[in-house]
């Protein structure tokens, strides 16, 4: 596909398209239609409006970008089908903290008991022994029809996925292109000695989101990193992600200028480095 094949619209005028309700209804009923396909009949009978004229005009404004035309009816566009997605998503809401849950898996810096708290669309994993935390955001959504005893379950789950995409450069926002670049001092503060040392910092081209993470987490959906787990017996899949954050010790910065860093994973006595310049590509594996 060409560049030039792909048309940007102005993101207010989008925006604009779903401002009316008769609109967000007829997507509705699109996405509850057989095959997500409807004729100007059916959708007209299925949002409730008489007047054939104005009801195509609210069709023209959203045919194109949420809504594509065919020779048979009207069928969902991605972006139409994104919309109804984040309605879905948007009609939970959480309500009163949880109350924390201790996990299973001790804290990669010292071996700490950790805990799993979920409070204003964040889920925060800390550490009781040392001042490690890790956050990011879950939509209560996510959590819908599940015990509260799965909460970090489904979590990790979430995790995994957004980083998944971050790997494969998508943003997990806007599905735009995320960027990665290397920051050599990542997370240093006056109350923590546990993040000085480099992590994957990613940002959207598109919407500005930002996503942090340690650099054996982002780096462990490579097809090096893959292979050496699997060789050894090991589906990275099953694994916490606790038992694959790169710690200090795992983590070493050759040069600065350029910047080259080596992280290195470890599974039954052997190991796989790999060597990332500030843009977070692979220059160097040694190793299984």
């Known amino acids: 596909m060409d560049e030039d094949s792909i048309e940007q619209t102005d993101p207010a005028d989008a925006f604009a398209a779903l401002a009316d309700a008769t609109r967000v209804q007829i997507l509705r009923a699109l996405w509850e239609a057989d095959d997500k396909r409807a004729t100007f009949s059916e959708l007209r009978e299925a949002v409730g409006m008489r007047d054939s004229g104005q009801f ?166 490579e097809p090096e990193v893959i292979a050496f787990y699997t060789n050894h017996g090991v589906d990275i899949r099953d694994q916490p992600l606790a038992a694959l954050i790169a710690t200090d010790d795992e983590v070493r910065v050759e040069q600065t200028d350029p910047l080259c860093v080596a992280v290195t994973y470890t599974c039954r006595d052997d190991q796989l480095q790999l060597v990332v310049d500030d843009s977070l590509t692979v220059q160097q594996v040694d190793g299984e």
Not at 106 to 112: E, L, N, R, S, T
């Open 56 to 221: 195509n005009y609210h069709l023209d404004k959203l045919a194109g970008q949420f809504l594509r035309k065919t020779d048979d009816g009207y069928e969902l566009a991605l972006a139409g089908r994104h919309v109804v997605g984040s309605l879905l998503e948007g009609a939970y809401a959480s309500t009163d903290p949880i109350d924390p849950i201790a996990l299973d898996e001790p804290c990669p810096f010292c071996d700490g008991a950790r805990t799993f708290h979920y409070e204003d669309e964040e889920v925060r994993i800390e550490c009781e022994a040392c001042p490690a935390v890790a956050y990011f955001d879950v939509a209560p959504g996510v959590f819908a029809g599940y015990d509260r005893s799965e909460y970090p379950i489904v979590a990790r789950r979430y995790l995994r996925v957004m980083l998944h995409e971050a790997s494969n450069g998508l943003c997990p926002v806007c599905e735009g292109r995320f960027e990665p670049t290397v920051e050599k001092d990542a997370g240093r503060g006056e109350d923590t000695d546990v993040d000085l040392f480099p992590m994957a910092r990613y940002e959207c081209v598109r919407c500005g989101e930002e996503m942090r993470t340690d650099l054996g987490t982002a780096l462990l959906f």
